[in-house]
């Protein structure tokens, strides 16, 4: 069960409530025929997964080692704005934005999972965390051009810092990393054999596809149209 950002969580079994502070996670059994219950308005995450499929899926991290216990943890930047997204996207009907929601679920596991910021001192912490929030909001929809103050202000630290941070754990500055995806998924789209320059172009932020056909080239060493 995760928490938004913004607001504490309620939730009841066997008749007792308990609280999942804000920006929060639990993790804890259910035994068979137990009935758990949200209280109140407030957006959360609660996944239920059988003990087999968690070993099977790798949970161990996140499994109480006895049934008594609870595993509790605070979220990173990154999962609490994949938590926000969910919350957008379970607003749209339709099956497509469901199956996203469900990638954003795994998403948010997978940080649980491989988070090694713990070995951080707290002052860095906060910054390696922002720079996974930068990383996944790149990843997020290609088609977008976002500023790096832009993208400063939505992680939440000023322009100077997430710079110098994100080369720091990543080893590229913010243009050459999204330079990198960008043309690696232009590459892919490109193999399909289905779309024309102008399409791919804009399918990755390009809004004109001599800048686009200029950066591919200087990329991969080769034009998008000699592309095979």
Known sequence: ????????????????????PPSHFESFYLGENTILETIGSSFAIVLIISHYEAKNLGLDKLIPKLQQDKVKGK???????LI???????????SYHHLLCNAQIFEILYNHLTDNSSDLRPDLKCHYERVQ???????????????????????????????KY???????TIANYTTEIKMEYARSLL??????????????????????????????????????
């Open 133 to 163: 929030l930068a990383k996944s909001i790149i990843h997020q929809d290609m088609s977008k051009r976002i500023t790096i103050p832009e993208l400063a202000k939505i992680v939440g630290t000023n322009e100077q810092y997430l710079k």
């Open 84 to 94: 926000k997204k969910i919350s957008n996207t379970l607003m749209v009907e339709d």
């Open 191 to 228: 193999a399909s054999g289905n779309l024309l320059i102008s399409d791919v172009s804009r399918m990755t932020g390009y809004k004109h596809a001599t800048h686009f056909t200029t950066t591919f080239k200087k990329y991969h060493g080769y034009k998008p149209i000699e592309f095979k």
């Open 75 to 81: 979220i990173s930047h990154q999962s609490d704005y």
């Open 166 to 172: 994100f080369k720091t754990y990543l080893g590229k």
């Open 1 to 20: 069960m995760c928490a938004k950002n913004e607001e504490n969580i309620s939730y009841r079994v066997h008749d007792k409530i308990y609280q999942v």
